[in-house]
């Protein structure tokens, strides 16, 4: 069996597995996972600013510009450079809008003064980050010169001040600017998809996270190796509470907590 096929037999194993495990709201019997699922994750009342974000996303959708990507992760060491159109990029790599909403209301409810994303793309789920907290500094980072300046244009013309988007190697880039932080409250990592950089982009975050800290690892079943990494993130002993949502992990650092791990269906 090709790897491609395999990867995705596995992938739609592990969905079937997860729908099949997994609970909703009123099979958590913890309060704050309660509350969470009940207020934030199912919250499915539309919002003005989903209509703003998603309007963009269709321009970027019938965007026919060709640019250069150059891919730095997604299970690979090298760099890898092909032209593709705009279009293109946003049907296949762009989260889809019941995701990218989530992260949204997740974040609101976090309430951050600081957002720190790993994998800005073309800039939709960072437009919606930016719009959950207005008050909060964006700090995005992308890996591609030219993903990267459609994502800025795209901000400029949602008029989005809060937002910063740093270009180049997260990791590089990701362990100088946490330094730079006295803590970290929300960090979305949507990166380079692989065990090893994801384990160290969470080993990075944790002198800097607090109580009301939130790490969301996206693609979590994304292969054999991001599953292990999930696994080890979960069992760290500075994590108490972990929601899995089979697209996305959850990772708070609650103390005084038992620690816990959901599987929340959505």
């Given at each position: 069996?090709?790897?491609?096929?395999?990867?995705?037999?596995?992938?739609?194993?592990d969905?079937?597995?997860?729908?099949?495990?997994?609970?909703?709201?009123?099979g958590?019997?913890?309060?704050?996972?309660?509350?969470?699922?009940?207020?934030?994750?199912?919250?499915?009342?539309?919002?003005?600013?989903?209509?703003?974000?998603?309007?963009?996303?269709?321009?970027?959708?019938?965007?026919?510009?060709?640019?250069?990507?150059?891919?730095?992760?997604?299970?690979?060491?090298?760099?890898?450079?092909?032209?593709?159109?705009?279009?293109?990029?946003?049907?296949?790599?762009?989260?889809?809008p019941?995701?990218?909403?989530?992260?949204?209301?997740?974040?609101?409810d976090?309430?951050?003064?600081?957002?720190?994303?790993?994998?800005?793309?073309?800039?939709v789920?960072?437009?919606?980050?930016?719009?959950?907290?207005?008050?909060?500094?964006?700090?995005?980072?992308?890996?591609?010169?030219?993903?990267?300046?459609?994502?800025?244009?795209?901000?400029?013309?949602?008029?989005?001040?809060?937002?910063?988007?740093?270009?180049g190697?997260?990791?590089?880039?990701?362990?100088?600017?946490?330094?730079?932080?006295?803590?970290?409250?929300?960090?979305?990592?949507?990166?380079?998809?692989?065990?090893?950089?994801?384990?160290?982009?969470?080993?990075?975050?944790?002198?800097?996270?607090?109580?009301?800290?939130?790490l969301?690892?996206?693609?979590?079943?994304?292969?054999?190796?991001?599953?292990?990494?999930?696994?080890?993130?979960?069992?760290?002993?500075?994590?108490?509470?972990?929601?899995?949502?089979?697209?996305?992990?959850?990772?708070?650092?609650?103390?005084?907590?038992?620690?816990?791990?959901?599987?929340?269906?959505?």
């Amino acid at each position: 069996m090709p790897i491609f096929v395999a990867m995705i037999f596995s992938f739609i194993v592990d969905f079937l597995k997860h729908r099949l495990t997994a609970k909703s709201r009123h099979g958590t019997h913890s309060p704050f996972v309660y509350k969470l699922a009940d207020e934030v994750i199912y919250d499915f009342k539309s919002k003005i600013d989903y209509k703003i974000v998603e309007e963009q996303r269709k321009k970027l959708l019938n965007d026919d510009s060709i640019i250069n990507v150059t891919d730095l992760g997604a299970g690979s060491h090298l760099n890898k450079n092909r032209t593709k159109k705009v279009k293109e990029i946003a049907k296949n790599a762009l989260k889809a809008p019941r995701l990218a909403q989530l992260i949204y209301r997740l974040a609101k409810d976090a309430n951050p003064a600081d957002v720190i994303e790993l994998g800005t793309c073309l800039g939709v789920t960072t437009a919606y980050l930016s719009k959950a907290c207005p008050g909060a500094q964006v700090l995005t980072i992308e890996g591609c010169p030219e993903t990267a300046n459609v994502a800025d244009r795209n901000f400029k013309e949602l008029d989005l001040k809060n937002i910063e988007l740093q270009v180049g190697n997260f990791d590089l880039l990701l362990p100088r600017i946490i330094e730079m932080k006295d803590k970290l409250d929300f960090v979305y990592i949507d990166g380079n998809h692989r065990k090893e950089a994801t384990l160290n982009y969470f080993k990075w975050c944790l002198p800097k996270v607090h109580q009301g800290s939130l790490l969301i690892f996206d693609d979590i079943y994304w292969s054999k190796g991001m599953k292990e990494a999930w696994e080890e993130i979960k069992n760290h002993p500075d994590v108490t509470v972990t929601i899995d949502l089979f697209w996305i992990g959850l990772v708070y650092f609650r103390k005084g907590q038992v620690k816990e791990h959901f599987k929340i269906r959505f």
